[in-house]
């Protein structure tokens, strides 16, 4: 596996790779790797002759400083796993590497990065189209892999390669859970034993929605959803909302699209979690 930490090696051994026709797959991560980003590494090598994954704490996404400067960090642990699972190179560089001069872009994305996420989390989506764009510029990978956990940036992305009229796929990959249903995340890792047995109430109760979704109307089951974990000591519903997967808007009835989804984030102690659930 080759380790790079500067973007031109890393490109001259793209454009190595390009030359001989191989394909190239992309998993960008901030690192912290868990099952969640081993499954989309899966799934990259499946269908792609190289396996790329880069690791970069990204300070231009997070609104919170403690929030960067906390979140979890350990690439020598992440580069072990990552040769376990026939990763063929991993890009790890640093904060002046990717932002040699600052980045003071501004991407439009309409309504759609100032809605849920966007509206509590503002310049998030900005700070990652920063450099998931940078990224893609550096490898144009044939095909790019992202989680559907973080549904929203999944759109976001989706727009930005359009608007940019970049030719990379871009792969939506299932949530991966723990075994009691929480949807994994580096975060996860931040909760304290009591956080984190209540935590899972978020799943949990995202679930049952789909069984009562039948019982309600739309209105009514994200009213229950809230009032259910938030009568929970631990969590703290942000907002839990009930949107067609096309837009993120929300809708009013179960009738209005196929593509329904329930979208949550909550706050377990002073950890902030996101998750969500597709109506069927
Ligand atoms: O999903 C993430 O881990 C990050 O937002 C990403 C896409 C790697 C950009 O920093």
Redesign the pocket.
Known sequence: MDIFRNKAELQNKITQLKQNNYSIGFV???GALHEGHISLVRCCNKENDITLV?I?V?PA?FNDREDYEKYPRDVQKDIDWLKEFNCDIVFNPSETEMYPEPDNRTFDFGDLDKILEGYYRPGHFNG?AK??SKLFDYVHPHKAY??EK?FQ?LAV?RQLTKEENMEIEIVGCPIVREEDGLAMSSRNKRLNSEERKNAVEISRFLFESREKKDEMNVEGLKNWVKDQLNKNVYINVEYFDIVNEKDLKPVHSWSESKDIRGVIAAWVGNIRLIDNIKYE
Do not use: A, E, K, Y
């Open positions: 960008p991560t901030m880069s970069f990204n996404q990652v450099v998931v992202f989680g973080d940036q992305i």
